[in-house]
């Protein structure tokens, strides 16, 4: 061999593993919240962009549950290490009018939909706050062990009866959707809910009605565990987010039914941390995962509404069950009779305030 062709091959070689290193440069770090739903954006989002990006490695972090406290210490402390973070609307709020997340320009940032419709439209009122981008519609029901309920679950009422329905539930471990469910159950007009709440009467009024079940409660912090709680018999009723037990009904096959009775609605989506070193990088796969097509397709594996109206009508079986979604999602005329949508502004305004009361609350 000669010397020449011997110094074009160690060029090759050197050129192909720079090449290598290259397209591992850089890795997003995306928060969410995992189970069923952080396995949706695997198989919807991050799989077919990192197929279709080879430089790009997107590694997934289930810290969703504390991920505005978590990003508030990381701001503060000037290390963001974080690169894009899945957050419910009232966090998102605070968030933005806090600075600590990039505002967006919807109809520069991101996609339109198929017929040129601007993304600002398409997403509507979803967008709450400059700082968000939607993804979906979901809402926060009540499972139910079919096996160890006589009498099954109607109202949110019986959530809070345990005469009728003896047995531990579960709850989430923070104030937002209990303080509603309590004065719902307590017999407060769903119109009257927040005027009520803004009340230091109305607010000890819902914590009394939370202590009627306090000793029966089993506190949950993330969306993984009350599907689970249910699964093994700890609890009989749980309150969780409708996606997981669309899961753990319809892929697990556990004995569990849903009682739709005053489901929470709320928005999930993302916001991009102010400080994340990928910047360039983290808008370039926001365009691209919330686009008409990516939205309508995270469909397809949980039961969760696309935030886009041009998603809509793309939705429909799921791809591995082959079942109709359409039935099984929180906005279907029979699921939705009796919804609550939460009021961001009262709880950016209050929210603080609330989780202290609840802490104490909790503590006693």
């Not at 919804?339 to 909790?362: G, S, V």
Request: aromatic share 10%.
């Amino acid at each position: 061999m000669s010397k020449l062709l011997k110094q074009v091959l160690v060029i090759m070689v050197s050129l192909s593993w720079m090449s290598g290193i290259a397209l591992a440069e850089t890795t997003l770090v995306v928060v969410s919240w995992g189970g069923a739903y952080t396995a949706s954006q695997q198989k919807a989002y991050h799989e077919p962009y990192m197929k279709a990006n080879p430089d790009i490695k997107i590694v997934n972090d289930d810290s969703a549950a504390e991920g505005a406290a978590k990003l508030r210490a990381q701001s503060e402390a000037g290390n963001v290490t974080w690169d894009l973070v899945d957050v419910v609307a009232a966090d998102a709020i605070s968030l933005c009018d806090e600075g600590i997340v990039e505002e967006i320009d919807a109809d520069k940032d991101l996609a339109a939909a198929p017929d040129g419709t601007p993304a600002s439209k398409d997403f509507g009122n979803l967008i709450v706050t400059p700082c968000f981008i939607p993804q979906i519609v979901y809402s926060t029901t009540f499972g139910y062990r079919k096996d160890k309920v006589k009498t099954p679950p109607t109202s949110i009422a019986d959530v809070f009866d345990l005469n009728k329905i003896p047995g531990k539930r579960s709850l989430e471990k923070k104030p937002i959707g209990n303080l509603e469910w309590a004065l719902l159950a307590d017999g407060v007009p769903v119109e009257k809910v927040y005027e009520t709440l803004s009340t230091p009467e109305g607010i000890d009024r819902a914590f009394k009605k939370l202590d009627t079940i306090k000793s029966q409660v089993v506190w949950w912090t993330k969306g993984a565990q009350p599907p689970q709680l249910l699964a093994d018999g700890e609890v009989v009723i749980a309150s969780a987010y409708n996606g997981r037990l669309f899961n753990a009904i319809e892929v697990e096959k556990q004995p569990i039914g849903m009682m739709w009775d005053w489901q929470v609605f709320d928005l999930d989506g993302w916001v991009v941390p102010k400080g994340t070193k990928n910047k360039a990088a983290v808008m370039k796969y926001l365009k691209w995962a919330t686009d008409t097509q990516r939205l309508a397709d995270q469909a397809k594996f949980i039961s969760y509404g696309p935030a886009r109206a041009s998603s809509a009508p793309k939705v429909g079986k799921h791809a591995e069950l082959g079942i109709d979604m359409k039935p099984h999602m929180p906005t279907a005329p029979a699921n939705s009779k009796h919804t609550l949508l939460f009021n961001y502004e009262w709880w950016a305004d209050n929210r603080d305030d609330m989780d202290e009361r609840f802490q104490a609350w909790l503590a006693n």
